[in-house]
């Protein structure tokens, strides 16, 4: 089934290991095939990444854009267990990722993960702000 993207003026979308950027005025794209798709503003670059979830996340990323998930294997397991040290309380919504992962359902994990990652920075910001 044919995927349809619209992007803005310099909007991009990255595919597999390739970056499609947008430079003119808004435009449609339909993509077919089987390849992995995310947009940038699911994209989360490894410089960016503070926390051990954040690195989770990116590193699930590159396992679902490269599509190598032996690369970045050992990678996942050490930032799983940093994650979960660092937070019990992810234990279940981990384990969830970590079998959507075990699965080959890596968007469907990241999604999961990105919802931690921005549930986990609102409690760090309100207790930052009750200090």
């Not at 079998?99 to 999961?112: E, H, I, P, T």
């Amino acid at each position: 089934m044919p995927l349809r993207f619209d992007l803005g003026p310099f909007e991009s979308l990255f595919i597999g290991k390739s970056v499609l950027t947008n430079h003119g005025d808004r435009t449609t794209f339909v993509l077919e095939g089987e390849i992995p798709i995310l947009r940038a503003k699911d994209v989360l670059s490894p410089q960016s990444a503070a926390t051990s979830l954040e690195r989770l996340y990116c590193c699930v990323q590159q396992m679902y854009l490269e599509d190598d998930v032996e690369k970045y294997r050992g990678s996942y397991l050490a930032l799983a267990v940093k994650a979960l040290s660092e937070n019990s309380n992810l234990h279940v919504d981990l384990q969830t990722a970590d079998q959507m992962v075990k699965s080959g359902q890596f968007y469907r994990a990241l999604k999961g993960l990105k919802k931690l990652i921005g549930a986990n920075s609102s409690s760090v910001q309100m207790a930052t702000a009750r200090k």
